[in-house]
Structure formats: C-alpha cells, structure tokens
C-alpha cells in the first residue's frame, strides 16, 4: 500500500499514556484536523492519564479521543480496536534500562509478546481488506529505539542497515520487537515502518531518567547518582521533535523500512548535568559518582540522513528544550511528586541505596576534565 498522503484519520495509539507517546497524541490532535485517537493504555507505574490532560480540557480535541485501560499482549482487546483502525502506533513498552537490569519479564512481556499481539492483529485485518471486507490494510508505527545498535565507537554513527547489538534486556526486547516487524512484512505483507529515536527528553518524562531524576532530585537537594565517570555520551532530541518523526514516519515512510530519528547534541552526562545545576541555581557538589550501570552503553549517535531526505529533521535546539524542561518541573511539582510515590521509594532503594552509600564526590565537571 503506498500511504495516503493525508496521512490516516483513524489512529490506535497504544503507549499513549506515557511521556513520548502522550506528547504524540497532544500534538496530533492539537492540529485540528479530523484525525480520531483511541489511546490504548495498561497504566503501569510509568503511564498517566493526566499527560492527556491538555487535549481534555479542550472540548474540540476531547471529542477525537477515546481512551481504553488495557494490554497491548491482550488479544481480546487489541483485535477489536485494530479493526477499527487505519494505522497503530506502538509507543508500548517498559522503557527504563535500569528496571530491565532489575526485572526483565515485563520487558518481554509487552515488547516481544505484545508487539506479536499487535502484528497478528494487524495480519487479521490485512487479510479482511484482501477479502473487501475493509477499504485498506492498517499501517503500523513500531517506535524503536537508538539502543538497539548496542555502543557506537567514537567517530562513527549508526546508519539503519548497520547489524544490531543490542546490550542491556531493554535493548534486546526493542531489538525482538523490531525483528518480529520485519518477519511480519517479509512474510505476511504487512504495511510497517520501525522509527529508532534517540534519547528524548522534555516535560511529562518519568522522572526515573537521567534529565528529570537530576532536576527533581535537585529542587529537594538531594544527591544526584552520576554513574561511572560519567562521560558515556547521548545524542539528546526533544520530545515533540521525536513524536513529529514518527507522525512524519507514519503519513510518509515507505512500507519495510526503518528510520533512525537523531536528536541535535552529542554530549557526555556530565555536560548536561551541569547544564541542569546551571539553570536549577545549585551546586555541582549535588552531584555523586556511583557504580556504573552494568553494561553501560559508552555511546550513541545515529545517522538522520535517510528520515532528512524523506523531509523530517530535528527542529529544537538543546538549550532552549533544556530551558522548557527545567521550567516544566519546576512548574509542574504535583505531576511529578506523584510520580514519585507508590513503589518509587522500593524502586529507588533498591537501584540508589548501595549505590549512594558506596559513593563519592563527582570531581570537575566534563568541561573542566
Ligand atoms: P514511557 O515508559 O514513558 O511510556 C510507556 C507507556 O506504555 C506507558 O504509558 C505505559 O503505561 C504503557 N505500557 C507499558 N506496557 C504496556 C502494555 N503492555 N500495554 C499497554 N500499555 C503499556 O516510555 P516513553 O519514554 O514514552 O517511550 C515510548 C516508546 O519510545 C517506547 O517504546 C520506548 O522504547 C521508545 N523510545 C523511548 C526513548 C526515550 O528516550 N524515552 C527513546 C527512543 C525510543
Ligand atoms: O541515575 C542515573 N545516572 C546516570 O548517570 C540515570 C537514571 C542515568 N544515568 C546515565 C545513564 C545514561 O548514560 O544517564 C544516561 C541516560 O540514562 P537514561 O535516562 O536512563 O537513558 P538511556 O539509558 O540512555 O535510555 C534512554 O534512551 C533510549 C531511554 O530511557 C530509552 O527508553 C530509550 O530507548
């Protein structure tokens, strides 16, 4: 099927309760143009129904969105909601590297078993509009994730047709997700693109990452866990910037191919830590130097020409995202003091408490190394 260029009108929206997918649906429907989302959403520990809470208190975009509670592994609610829909966009997964160190089963769980749920869903439908029994196949948006090339030597830069490496459970289960996709099209036909975004921050993230742990922690004065030496480097992409990739993916991608999604700034964490101490007014003597990560990915860094040709690029520039983000928490106290109750205290023990006591202080930062 070569995608109508409208783009489709009727989208099923699973993960659309989380930070990246909720910033999808707000910017989507904020555009006013018919288009109708079905969010599908389990509402773990990390998904919120008030991140839609800005497309709610809009009586226009409210009417194009319905929200259903539930598991993209579940095939009882995945089938009949796929059938209503022209595309699916899959946001779904555990998405926390430290967690799937921690306890990889619900990795699986929704990013190998959930995905299959989906594609056979989607299966089902193609075959009903071979039959004429709907107008035309449903498209679907896998969102992956730069993770899935494993550490990239200095110098180099993923291109979408390098091998795979991923390295942490996280990685691998987006890494199956993304395998299973690509059987699906070779051996059923099945209209799907795969999306590898980088490392995306911005307002409304779990404030179990790097950027909003960091802030938050740093409004309360609390230490800030900085693992290693701290020099492992990301390439940074706000939030909107990755949902406009993957609405571009969707109404243009060509079916069976895959895109990386590059953010706008390569830099260690220890340079974007002191740009969050800068702007939050505190001191780098917050910050400590823990026991690294196991595993720990020493670099990403992709190459964006083939989504640049297809016409999407990155459009926020670092500081002025970091700017928003710090404003965003320090604005929004109730969002993420919320987040961080319930099982936040058992998680942050388990993941911080050995750490924080075997640590010590950071020495300069990047840019005085
Ligand atoms: P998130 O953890 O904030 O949100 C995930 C959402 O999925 C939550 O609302 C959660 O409730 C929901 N969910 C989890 N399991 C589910 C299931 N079985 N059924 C239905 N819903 C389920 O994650 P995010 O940071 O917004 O990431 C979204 C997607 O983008 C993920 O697939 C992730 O792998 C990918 N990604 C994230 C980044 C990043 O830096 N955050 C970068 C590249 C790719
Ligand atoms: O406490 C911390 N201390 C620390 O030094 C945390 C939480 C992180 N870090 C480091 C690890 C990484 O080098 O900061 C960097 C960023 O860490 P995360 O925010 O956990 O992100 P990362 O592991 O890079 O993965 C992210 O980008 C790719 C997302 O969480 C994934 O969902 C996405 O696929």
New binding site residues.
């Given amino acids: 099927m070569s995608p109508d260029p409208a783009g489709p009108r009727r989208l099923l929206v699973?993960?659309?309760?989380?930070?990246?997918?909720?910033?999808f649906v707000r910017d989507v429907l904020a555009r006013r143009d018919g288009t109708e989302i079905t969010v599908?959403?389990?509402?773990?520990?990390?998904?919120?129904e008030a991140?839609l809470a800005p497309v709610r208190e809009d009586p226009d975009q409210a009417a194009q969105l319905r929200f259903v509670r539930?598991?993209?592994?579940?095939a009882a609610i995945v089938g009949p909601l796929v059938g209503e829909a022209d595309a699916v966009v899959?946001?779904?997964?555990?998405?926390?590297v430290d967690r799937s160190i921690l306890d990889p089963e619900?990795f699986l769980?929704?990013?190998v078993l959930?995905v299959h749920v989906l594609l056979e869903a989607c299966r089902r439908e193609a075959e009903r509009a071979a039959a004429g029994d709907r107008s035309a196949p449903p498209r679907y948006l896998?969102?992956?994730?730069?993770?899935v090339y494993g550490t990239v030597a200095e110098g180099r830069r993923s291109v979408e047709d390098d091998p795979i490496g991923p390295r942490s459970p996280?990685a691998a289960a987006?890494a199956a997700?993304e395998l299973l996709v690509g059987a699906y099209v070779v051996t059923h036909g099945l209209d799907a693109v795969v999306?590898?975004?980088?490392?995306?921050?911005g307002p409304?993230?779990?404030p179990e990452?790097l950027i909003p742990l960091f802030i938050t922690n740093a409004i309360e004065d609390r230490d800030l866990p900085l693992y290693g030496d701290g020099l492992q480097v990301r390439d940074w992409?706000y939030?909107s910037d990755?949902a406009a990739a993957v609405d571009h993916v969707l109404r243009h991608g060509a079916a069976g191919e895959t895109y990386n999604?590059p953010g706008v700034a390569e830099l260690p964490n220890r340079t974007v830590v002191a740009g969050l101490l800068e702007r939050l007014g505190k001191p780098w003597s917050l910050v400590r130097s823990v026991p690294d990560r196991p595993g720990h990915d020493r670099r990403y860094a992709m190459d964006g020409t083939k989504l640049a040709d297809l016409g999407w690029s990155p459009t926020v520039p670092f500081e002025a995202g970091l700017d928003r983000t710090v404003a965003w928490y320090r604005a929004n106290e109730a969002w993420w003091r919320a987040a961080r109750s319930g099982d936040w205290h058992d998680y942050y023990e388990r993941q911080y408490g050995d750490r924080l006591a075997r640590s010590e202080a950071a020495g300069p930062t990047a840019a005085e190394r």
């Fill in positions: 699973t993960g659309g309760a989380g930070f990246i997918g909720s910033c599908l959403d389990k509402l773990t520990y990390a998904g919120n991140n539930g598991d993209i592994a579940d899959n946001f779904a997964a555990e998405s926390h619900a769980r929704t990013g959930g896998q969102v992956s994730t730069d993770e996280y987006k997700g999306t590898r975004g980088a490392n995306t921050y409304y993230q779990h990452k992409l939030v990755h999604a």
